[in-house]
């Protein structure tokens, strides 16, 4: 069961990737660490934005640097950040994830990674004249939409999140039912057989005299 809705999940991230082309979730092994690459012209707008789903304490290290290995920004074991910039070199940038604090704990890790504005939708920004407005209805249930894409995909991270979280709760619980039942019959048993000596001593005691 647990597997199947980390295989929806990533398989709506992945959807969204070709979609959009910025977002993806990954998972991150124990002691390993991921980095990706985005070539970005200078002066152009872009956001970074991630959240570990599940995972251990869900925290992970975070480095965002430039083409000059300049750190831009990083965080040290968080569940989630957001950081907007706007570079002043063209190049490579890379943002690295890392886990290699946890010895045991794999982590589900979401990225959002934009780079310039949202397009426009075809032919709306093509003339110079002011749009008409069947044109401004159009972009503006183009905004709405993505609007609505980007409330979904982040209601689905937390729902799979509580959903781990419970998952896991259920778990303690039902190994701490099972090991009080298992205590409850040791005890039991063994007070069977501490009465069943202690009649068995008297029995003896009562014969020898």
Known sequence: MERSWLVV??????WLAVAAGVELTFELPDNA???????????????????VVTGGHYDVDVVLEGPSRQILYREIKQQYGQFQFTPDHTGTYQVCFSNEFSTFSHKLIYVDFQV????Q??????????????ESS???????????IDYQTHHR????QSRKRAEDLNERVLFWAVGETLGILVITVGQVMVLKNFFADKKGNQASY
């Open 9 to 14: 999940l990533a398989g709506l991230a992945c």
């Open 33 to 51: 660490k991921e980095c990706f690459y985005e070539e970005i012209e200078k002066g152009t707008a872009c956001s970074l934005e991630f959240q």
């Open 116 to 119: 310039g504005d949202e397009p």
């Open 121 to 134: 939708l075809p032919g709306v920004g093509d003339h110079f004249t002011a749009m008409t407005q069947m």
């Open 138 to 148: 159009s972009q503006k249930i183009h905004e709405d939409l993505n609007s609505v």
């Open 157 to 160: 991270l937390r729902e799979a």
